[in-house]
């Protein structure tokens, strides 16, 4: 009879060991989610780009980290702005030349990454191509041109290195001098707002126009630090074999200027 009750439970005790062992699983993955999404919300978040709107700086296809505590937190820090953080937590304002990802003014589901040209109380404007802050004519070299797709047709676009006031050098591109946005009113960048530009200047929608306009600093999700991935787009998610020569190395691990 002995025998036949240890025989009995033998089934109960795997049982509860299998039954333990799901437990322990289903706690892991909660505790791997939990400090996955806590470095998400607190240190660096990943950003993938869309568009082109800051080339040659960023290419379409660039993934890069973007730091969350280099400005403070907001509610945008986190997920589904499920914080009710009402404006900042250890706020400090980005230099003028930053890159930086807030959410669009206009429609804050919409993240945004342009470059800091304005702080607040600046006064920005573009004159024939060229960037004006405080009255101030900003130094721009021509350091190259190339060849850019504009629709299905190519045209030259001139690269120049732009020094700002406070010395920060970066790289533009400019199709003419003469379009849409290379001739502005003056802006006064208000108290608590940033002034956005791309560094494709004349293919970027930013501060220059009524879609996006002053930024306001509780819209900073954080500072675009360095990229850790980057591809062409010549190789599709099935084309396996080819996308060892898709992706861009040299970009891999590049910081951001």
Do not use: C
Request: proline residues 5%; aromatic residues 12%; charged residues 25%.
């Amino acid at each position: 009879m002995a025998d036949r009750k240890q025989d009995y439970k033998l089934p109960k005790l795997a049982s509860n060991k299998k039954g333990s062992g799901i437990v322990e699983t289903i706690k892991t993955i909660f505790l791997a989610g939990l400090i996955a999404l806590t470095f998400r919300s607190l240190v660096a978040e990943p950003f993938n780009i869309p568009s082109g709107s800051m080339i040659p700086t960023l290419l379409v296809g660039d993934y890069l980290f973007v730091s969350k505590y280099s400005y403070g937190y907001t509610k945008y820090s986190f997920p589904f702005a499920a914080v009710p953080i009402k404006d900042r937590i250890a706020a400090s304002i980005p230099e003028r030349g930053d890159v930086v990802v807030f959410r669009l003014p206009s429609d804050v589901t919409i993240d945004y990454i342009k470059r800091v040209v304005g702080l607040p109380g600046d006064r920005i404007q573009v004159i024939g191509g060229i960037l004006y802050i405080n009255g101030n004519k900003v130094l721009r070299r021509q350091i190259g041109e190339k060849n850019v797709l504009n629709g299905v047709s190519e045209i030259r676009a001139v690269v120049y290195e732009e020094t700002f006031p406070n010395g920060h050098k970066h790289i533009i591109q400019e199709l003419r001098d003469d379009l849409s946005f290379d001739n502005t009113p003056e802006f006064k960048v208000p108290e608590g707002h940033l002034f956005m530009m791309g560094d494709n200047r004349d293919n970027s929608r930013d501060s220059r126009s009524r879609a996006v306009g002053f930024v306001p600093v509780r819209n900073l999700i954080g500072k675009a630090e360095f990229m850790f991935f980057s591809h062409n787009n010549t190789a599709s998610l099935f084309e396996i074999w080819k996308w060892p020569f898709a992706i861009r190395y040299s970009r891999i691990g590049k910081g951001i200027n």
